[in-house]
């Protein structure tokens, strides 16, 4: 049997090409006009698109830059305030019981939403005003965790936690006997910071450091980065001649 000829095919061609495109679903724009791609028509593009941006990663709450820029004082309100609270509420930790902190921040809270919503039914009531509830825009917001993000955020913190189990069981095993004698060290020193002071109190002394470090740092890069490799090289020779001395770490290098 022939086939049908080019001309017989064309007509279906051209009413296909001629503007005869049914509108993208959900969309009150051009005919065939894809939301993802503009004015191209809704294709396979589209679908792959769409099918991307569904399946992404989640964005973090606190990305690396923005720790970045808090840390350094980039926006020093922001940092201020930041810094501030956090500092408050460890000093208030290590003066009073969690539970006695908590249930005053909760306290505080309540009462400033609380008069802010009394305050403004009073106006309105005053003003005859339909402005309606003052948290309208906070209470509209969807925060609601999807099930795929929550398994993305509990992967990621899988690999650390699978990281650290190893790392634990190859201290505490004496996979490496440097590696383990400096943990030992270190917990040894670490006995008497604990003699001196609490918790709480290397909290707000890491807060402090943190806060303050890399900007010296950032200020003072040059004289710092020659002073800490002086003590890096020192350290090394130091460990070099532990390591030629221990039994066993010797016969181990010559092989």
Known sequence: MAEPSAATQSPSISSS???????????????????????????????????????????????????????????????????????????????????????????????????????????????????????????????????????????????????????IIRLFLVEDLVDSLKLAVFMWLMTYVGAVFNGITLLILAELLIFSVPIVYEKYKTQIDHYVGIARDQTKSIVEKIQAKLPGIAKKKAE
């Open 17 to 167: 090409s001629s503007g005869a495109e049914p509108s993208a679903p959900g969309g009150g724009g051009s005919p065939g006009a894809c939301p993802a791609l503009g004015a191209k028509s809704c294709g396979s593009s589209c679908a792959d698109s769409f099918v991307s941006s569904s399946s992404s990663q989640p964005v973090s709450l606190f990305s690396t830059s923005q720790v970045h820029d808090l840390i350094f004082w980039r926006d020093v309100k922001k940092t201020g305030f930041v810094f501030g609270t956090t500092l408050i509420m460890l000093l208030s930790l290590a003066a009073f019981s969690v539970i006695s902190v908590v249930s005053y921040l909760i306290l505080a809270l309540l009462s400033v939403t609380i008069s802010f919503r009394v305050y403004k039914s009073v106006i309105q009531a005053v003003q005859k005003s339909e402005e309606g509830h003052p948290f309208k825009a906070y209470l509209d917001v969807d925060i609601t965790l999807s099930s795929e993000a929550f398994h993305n955020y509990v992967n990621a913190a899988m690999v650390h936690i699978n990281r650290a189990l190893k790392l």
